[in-house]
């Protein structure tokens, strides 16, 4: 099946900075790629998502860039701000099927002020 | 309009209870999954429903979990004879179609396993 590694596991960040966060998958016949942020105590919410015929996709301060040869695709936030803490999940669907997201195990951000 | 909502938000059992978790998804979404969130881990899917029928039951833990959907709405998970490993919070989400891949994801529900 599916296994998705998701690095760092921690992450702090100067207010303005940028933060990158990393996944790699292990199934080729993946196409899809969320990625979830979980503020402290709430529910996932999608913030961006990219699918396998594009290499980049961008939406104001974030963007998601993806390398299908290597295996991996990562999350970039420019100028954070400290209402970007949470914890964000990268996500890969298993088999090319539609449904069943694979997740990896969560990057912790802190945006210091 | 309303999102996914879960009840009870918490739940506290003593081990070997059952327990029976409840998920209301979107209005019109027709495809409804359930995940656990264990402490520092990410999600992990447990099934899927597509209409009342799920296809794909493989990611239940044990053959004490079980999870059923009616009218195409409503979906219970119920967790048989529970063990402290069951500890976890139990997050539920639905999407428009299958073929619409954002999942909106309910509040959850932390269970407690003593």
């Known amino acids: 099946g599916e296994n998705v590694e998701q690095h760092p596991s921690t992450l702090s960040v100067q207010e303005g900075d940028s933060a990158v966060i990393k996944c790699t998958y292990s199934?080729?016949?993946?196409?899809?790629f969320p990625w979830y942020k979980q503020e402290l105590g709430k529910r996932p919410q999608l913030i961006i998502d990219?699918?396998?015929?594009?290499g980049e996709k961008k939406d104001q301060r974030i963007a998601v860039t993806l390398n299908k040869t290597a295996k991996h695709f990562s999350l970039h936030i420019t100028e954070t701000q400290p209402e970007d803490s949470a914890v964000y999940f990268c996500?890969?669907?298993?088999?090319?099927?539609?449904?069943?997201?694979?997740f990896g195990k969560g990057t912790l951000l802190t945006v210091n002020p | 309009g309303a999102g996914v909502s879960q009840s009870p938000s918490n739940k506290v059992t003593e081990k070997g209870k059952d327990v029976e978790l409840r998920c209301d998804p979107i209005s019109g979404h027709t495809a409804l999954y359930w995940y656990r969130q264990s402490l520092g881990q990410g999600l992990e899917f447990l099934i899927y429903f597509q209409g009342n029928s799920a296809p794909d039951k493989s990611g239940l833990p044990s053959d004490r979990f079980s999870a059923e959907r009616t009218g195409g709405s409503v979906s219970t998970l119920t967790i048989q004879r529970t063990q402290q490993e069951d500890s976890a919070v139990y997050l539920c989400?639905?999407?428009?179609?299958?073929?619409?891949?954002?999942?909106?994801f309910g509040p959850g529900t932390r269970l407690t396993v003593l």
């Open positions: 996500a890969a669907n298993s088999g090319g099927s539609n449904y069943k997201l694979t």
């Open positions: 990219i699918r396998s015929n594009v």
């Open positions: 989400a639905s999407s428009l179609a299958l073929e619409e891949h954002e999942q909106f």
């Open positions: 199934d080729s016949a993946s196409n899809y």
